[in-house]
């Protein structure tokens, strides 16, 4: 039988239940474990998930157990969740639009944790306060290592990709996808929704011309064995990536975790660039928020 209490979180009453429910098999991480971690990170996290239409992948019986994909606001969300409704063109369930939920605020993160939404996936692009999709804010590459390759040849590869960025004015802000890979941020302001996509697509091409035996920028997996992805589809305006501080569906409860450049460089294993909930709150008090500060640049044609 569920336990449910009502709670109190910056003036907004929720129910929150099975907190002792274990989410995380391998360590025993529980419910009660994630909203903690979401509560205590949310000053960090809020400000790059704000104004962004947020995909949760919830697992409800925890991480072992069956997971499904979550656009469109749940039923019974309270009524001071915000929610934006945007156009889903080629959806698989013939949808037109969805009710996106915006993660905004503390009250809404502990509604979303309370759901078992461990993992939270945004696009690189916000909405404005009356609704509207604006253009890309946000330049990204993910870095998707194929077997025997490992996170280590992730970051040598992003740290060629942060060489090639400063080349055209950008700056450019590392993070652990908290699972395989890694990710490659830079602010950026563009005139078209799909220049991002150009201008990604054209230096993983350069990456992979200059080291064919270490770098791929096609979508064969066939082609990825022993090579780094440089997957720059993630600039789809109807594509998402995990946010910075999200938790993840691993064995244990890891998180997308902002680096240093310095380890980034200094990456000699895949434990020095791993980290779970705990770490990343160690992290978060010793080095503040090390993901993206800086001002946009105009992305060049």
Known sequence: MSETQTVQVEGRRLKVSNLDKVLYPETGFTKGEVINYYVRVAPVLLPHVAGRPV?????PDGVTGQSFFEKNVARNAPSWVRTERIET?????GHEYLDFVVIDDLP?????AQLAGLELHVPQWTVGPRGGVRSPDLLVFDLDPGAPATVVECARIAVRLREALAE?????????????GM??????KVSSPEATSKYA?????RLAGETPKEVVSTMAKAARGGKIFI????NNPYKTTVAAYSLRARDEPTVSTPLSWDEVESCSSVADL???AEEVLERVDDLGDLFVDSDPVRLPT
């Open 274 to 276: 791993r980290f779970t």
């Open 108 to 112: 809404t993160l502990v509604w979303v």
């Open 168 to 180: 055209d004015g950008l700056t450019a802000y590392p993070k652990t996808s908290g699972s395989k």
């Open 201 to 205: 697509k054209s230096l993983a091409e």
């Open 231 to 234: 997957d720059w589809s993630q």
């Open 89 to 93: 063109p080629g959806s698989s369930r």
């Open 55 to 59: 995909t949760l992948i919830r697992y």
């Open 183 to 188: 990710q490659v941020y830079a602010p950026v």
